[in-house]
């Protein structure tokens, strides 16, 4: 396999991370003249490692090598790869850091097209493994397509009259016609499709990619991100006027001639490089709206979905405190009739030996004497949970501070969520089977946040359950350093299809829409999750169930 020259780059000491990226895609990444890697995304992934305190090493070589060094794992993260739902089912992607804009370039003598379907029964040539040979074989396009090594190859066929357009992303094309003298290739179509430029890397690898996350959000606050942008994909200046030439024909072409075509140049030039800068600036505004639309929808609906709780908290509340009245009256009430049945047993039975048998309530005495203590004592203690019940829910609905944290039983905060649920759970299964590690080490945080989230996760279990035969497992454990405790929920439902996996904490994803699910409820709890420290994983078969475990530290006296 033909790989470039590593370049390692030194921070802080750790496990060294192999970056891979395309050796000939400038200005993104490529080899320099001393066969060093350089480029935007190389200088970005630099700054990433310092932020993040990594150590890297670049390895670039062929595209088609480099995806496939990602996936037998000698490669550990592709610092330039677009995004598509395709690849997402075999890479984990990051945030987009840009947005790579492909067009179409033609000879200059070329007739003029303006969307792709005039390329129809054209020869176009592509980079082999792209994102535009990738999405133009999915569309079935009507073109003939020449695959090529590299961008520069594709530029080169067109320019020699091998094939008739190009398809390149903008600003590398600009690049490669600048650097190889290809006077003649133009871009006719600007832009036929935008993609999001991403890191990746190989599926499940969470731990990796939400480090380069981490880092890219850093650079972005900082400003540092905006200025390497600048640097390297900023408009590309025309190459400098040759002034030994200017002067070579001043001497033989009329001076004032000259003057007047120098002065139409210079105005050409100013006019084509104001232009660019506009049509440069106007590409990014376009691309930071989006994502500011997208943000604000994305406010805009958590904000609903906030007020919404915030109301049904405010009428739990209510009927909670209308429901304590009459509870308390009848928990006062019940012993009263317990003492009076005790003091009245002595005269009904004496009556009952005297004259037999007789009815109360409408029950014979034989019976209704052993009915009625029970009767009193099942009232008694069916108030009382009413009364538990009724705190749990006012407790649960109590606006909370996410900053109000203090030591906690997760085993407490279990047994009260399963209350909460209880009507749920007897409607869904009659097979919950509960295992709570005892005692169990403490942790810091806030019980009714940690409480939402064991509600969120027992009620999806029990919707996912196809039949009342089949279980629910709640569990907690400790770690055997005793530092990480857990708390397991699993169902014996219908399973979650593997490429939804990696989404279910995205913010409004989610398989139930059509009964009302907001995809909200996920992403909610694994906000909580992380604000506590702690970690939330999958595991499921479909048609077998699912296991959600929640992992968080334990305090530091309890693990002591």
């Not at 690849?87 to 990051?94: L, M």
């Not at 599926?203 to 990619?209: C, M, S, T, V, Y």
């Not at 203090?406 to 759970?425: Q, S, W």
Request: glycine residues 8%.
């Amino acid at each position: 396999m033909a790989t470039a020259h590593p370049d390692v780059y030194h921070h802080p000491p750790g496990s060294v991370i192999v970056v891979g990226g395309d050796r000939d895609y400038p200005p993104y990444e490529y080899l320099d003249k001393d066969g060093r890697p350089a480029g935007y995304n190389v200088e970005l992934t630099k700054a990433i490692a310092e932020v993040m305190g990594m150590k890297v090493r670049f390895r670039l070589g062929t595209w088609s090598e480099m995806r496939e060094a990602l996936q037998n794992g000698t490669v550990d993260v592709l610092e330039g790869m677009s995004y598509s739902d395709e690849r997402a089912a075999e890479v984990d992607f990051s945030i987009p850091h840009t947005i790579v804009n492909h067009a179409v370039f033609a000879r200059r003598d070329s007739h003029n097209v303006n969307t792709l379907h005039d390329l129809e029964g054209k020869t176009v040539a592509v980079h082999r493994g792209g994102i535009m040979h990738d999405y133009l074989a999915g569309i079935r396009f009507p073109a003939k397509l020449v695959l090529t090594d590299t961008p520069a190859d594709a530029l080169r066929r067109v320019a020699a009259g091998s094939a008739d357009y190009a398809i390149v992303a903008i600003v590398p094309g600009m690049y490669i016609i600048r650097e190889l003298k290809l006077s003649n290739l133009v871009p006719v179509i600007r832009n036929v499709a935008s993609q999001r430029y991403c890191y990746a890397v190989d599926k499940g690898n969470q731990e990796l990619i939400s480090r380069f996350n981490e880092g890219l959000a850093i650079l972005k606050k900082t400003g540092q991100q905006q200025a390497i942008y600048e640097k390297w994909l900023g408009v590309l200046e025309p190459a400098p006027v040759d002034w030994k030439m200017v002067v070579k024909y001043a001497a033989i072409v009329v001076v004032p001639l000259m003057l007047l075509l120098g002065a139409f140049a210079l105005w050409s030039r100013t006019l084509h490089h104001e232009v660019a800068l506009r049509t440069a600036d106007l590409t990014r505004e376009i691309a930071e709206k989006q994502r500011a639309q997208e943000e604000l929808l994305l406010n805009q609906q958590q904000l609903v979905q906030a007020d919404k709780m915030a109301a049904l908290g405010v009428l739990v509340s209510g009927v909670a405190h209308e429901i304590n009245n009459p509870t308390g009256l009848i928990l006062l009430d019940i012993p009263v009739l317990k003492r009076a049945h005790q003091d009245t047993t002595p005269i009904l039975e004496e009556y009952y030996h005297e004259h037999g048998d007789f009815p109360l309530g409408g029950i014979p005495y034989s019976e209704m004497r052993e009915e009625i203590p029970r009767i009193l004592d099942g009232m008694q203690e069916g108030a009382k949970r009413i009364k538990r019940i009724v705190h749990d829910l006012k407790d649960f609905a109590r606006r909370d501070d996410a900053g109000d944290r203090a030591g906690m039983d997760l085993n407490e905060v279990v047994r009260t969520a399963l209350r909460l649920v209880d009507p749920t759970i007897r409607k869904a299964t009659g097979n919950l089977t509960v295992r709570l590690t005892d005692p169990l080490p403490s942790m810091v945080g806030n019980a009714q946040r940690i409480e939402q989230v064991v509600v969120n996760l027992i009620l999806n279990a029990c919707q996912a359950l196809p039949a009342p035969q089949r279980g629910i497992t709640v569990s907690t454990g400790v770690s055997s350093d005793g530092e990480r405790i857990d708390l397991r929920v699993e169902d014996q439902g219908s399973g979650i299809a593997p490429e939804n996996l990696s989404r279910l904490t995205d913010p409004f994803f989610t398989t139930k829409r059509d009964s009302g699910g907001t995809g909200l409820g996920l992403s909610v709890s694994a906000g909580i999750v992380k604000e506590h420290g702690g970690s939330m994983s999958f595991a499921s078969t479909p048609g077998e169930g699912t296991c959600v475990t929640l992992t968080f530290p334990a305090a530091k006296e309890a693990s002591a």
